[in-house]
T-cell receptor, first 118, second 117 residues
C-alpha cells in the first residue's frame, strides 16, 4: 500500500501568490517524521522543512510552512509569496524507524511539479 | 562543507557491464542510504546501512549489492547492468534515529545519472 501520496502531479501558481502542495501518509507507528524536499532541474534534493509526529505546533521555515493535520494524516506544504525560483519538483517523505529498530527509513511520495508564472 | 559526495556524476554502461557508485559523507553520520529515482517518480530505497558493518535491503534491491566500507563510505555495485537500471541514483546519510519526534535531517548527494544501453 502507498505510504506517501501526493495527488497533484503538476501545479501552476502566479508569482507572489501562496500555494499549497498536498501530502497524505499512512503509518501505524506513533513516532514518525515528515519532510519536504525541493528538487530543481539540476537534480539535487534540497531539504525544506520537517515536522515530527509529536510536535505540537506546525513547522515553519521562512516562506515554507507545514499544515500538519495528524488525525487526517496530512502534511501539506504551504509556500507563501511564490518566486520564479520556486519552480521545481517537490517531494513529501516520511521517516519511520526501520523494522529492525536500528535506523531511519525514508519513504517518498511521487512528487508535485510546481511551475511559477511571472 | 562537502556533505555527501557521489561519484561518478554521469555514466553510460553497456548491458552486462559492471560498475560501482561511490559515496562518502563527512558529517560523521551513522546511517547511509542508496536511492534510485526514475523519470517523473519519487525516490525508492535500494539498500541502507543503519550503522557501520550492517546493510539491509530496501524496496528495490534486486540487481544491486552494497558495501559499507567504513563509517564514511557506502558504495553501490551493479554486477551486470540492465537497461531497467537506467536511473538517477542518490546517496544519503543521517544520524541514527533513537526514537521520539526530534528532527533528523537526511542529507542527499547531488545524484549520479546512469544510462544502460
Amino acid at each position: 500500500a502507498q505510504k506517501i501520496t501526493q495527488t497533484q502531479p503538476g501545479m501552476f501558481v502566479q508569482e507572489k501568490e501562496a500555494v499549497t502542495l498536498d501530502c497524505t501518509y499512512d503509518t501505524s507507528d506513533p513516532s514518525y517524521g515528515l519532510f519536504w524536499y525541493k528538487q530543481p532541474s539540476s537534480g539535487e534534493m534540497i531539504f525544506l522543512i520537517y515536522q515530527g509526529s509529536y510536535d505540537q505546533q506546525n513547522a515553519t521555515e521562512g516562506r515554507y510552512s507545514l499544515n500538519f493535520q495528524k488525525a487526517r494524516k496530512s502534511a501539506n506544504l504551504v509556500i507563501s509569496a511564490s518566486q520564479l525560483g520556486d519552480s521545481a519538483m517537490y517531494f513529501c517523505a516520511m521517516r519511520e524507524v526501520a523494522s529492525n529498530n536500528a535506523g531511519n527509513m525514508l519513504t517518498f511520495g511521487g512528487g508535485t511539479r510546481l511551475m511559477v508564472k511571472p | 562543507n562537502a556533505g555527501v559526495t557521489q561519484t561518478p556524476k554521469f555514466q553510460v554502461l553497456k548491458t552486462g557491464q559492471s560498475m560501482t557508485l561511490q559515496c562518502a559523507q563527512d558529517m560523521n553520520h551513522n546511517s547511509m542510504y542508496w536511492y534510485r529515482q526514475d523519470p517523473g517518480m519519487g525516490l525508492r530505497l535500494i539498500y541502507y546501512s543503519a550503522s557501520e558493518g550492517t546493510t539491509d535491503k530496501g524496496e528495490v534491491p534486486n540487481g544491486y549489492n552494497v558495501s559499507r566500507l567504513n563509517k564514511r563510505e557506502f558504495s553501490l555495485r551493479l554486477e551486470s547492468a540492465a537497461p531497467s537500471q537506467t536511473s538517477v541514483y542518490f546517496c544519503a546519510s543521517s544520524e541514527i534515529f533513537l526514537g521520539g519526534g526530534s528532527g533528523n535531517t537526511i542529507y542527499f548527494g547531488e545524484g549520479s545519472w546512469l544510462t544502460v544501453v
